[in-house]
Nanobody, 127 residues
Framework: QVQLEESGGGLVQPGGSLRLSCAAS????????VAWFRQRVGKEREVVAA????????HYFDSVKGRFTISRDRSKNMVYLQMNSLKPEDTAVYYC????????????????????WGQGTQVTVSS
């Protein structure tokens, strides 16, 4: 049973940066797909970035392309989300999630395809 724990959230001014971390325990990523979701107030949970662990391919939601970067550290079994040029509309609870299988691109965006979830970390972008 994989357990995920996020860290790194906080309050940042518009235009600032944050790096979120996701630590996995109870298992090692190999063929998994790992993603960062966010849930804004009054909105559905949405994927912002996904990474297919085996080949390292990355995929991004349109609204964060060029600003956010998902990456991994194989040796530490960790996933990161570097967020730059943050906007107030990026304010949300951010979740780390993992699927036990390699998801095809069309299935990356659906939260129902992920098996494990962290508790979330709050990111607030405000002046």
């Amino acid at each position: 049973q994989v357990q995920l724990e996020e860290s790194g959230g906080g309050l940042v001014q518009p235009g600032g940066s944050l790096r979120l971390s996701c630590a996995a325990s109870g298992g090692t990523f190999n063929r998994h797909t790992v993603a960062w979701f966010r849930q804004r107030v009054g909105k559905e949970r949405e994927v912002v970035a996904a990474l297919r662990w085996g080949e390292g391919s990355t995929h991004y939601f349109d609204s964060v392309k060029g600003r956010f970067t998902i990456s991994r550290d194989r040796s530490k079994n960790m996933v990161y989300l570097q967020m730059n040029s943050l906007k107030p509309e990026d304010t949300a609870v951010y979740y780390c999630a993992a699927s036990v299988s390699r998801l095809i691109v069309s299935r990356l965006w659906d939260a129902e395809n992920y098996d494990y979830w962290g508790q979330g970390t709050q990111v607030t972008v405000s002046s």
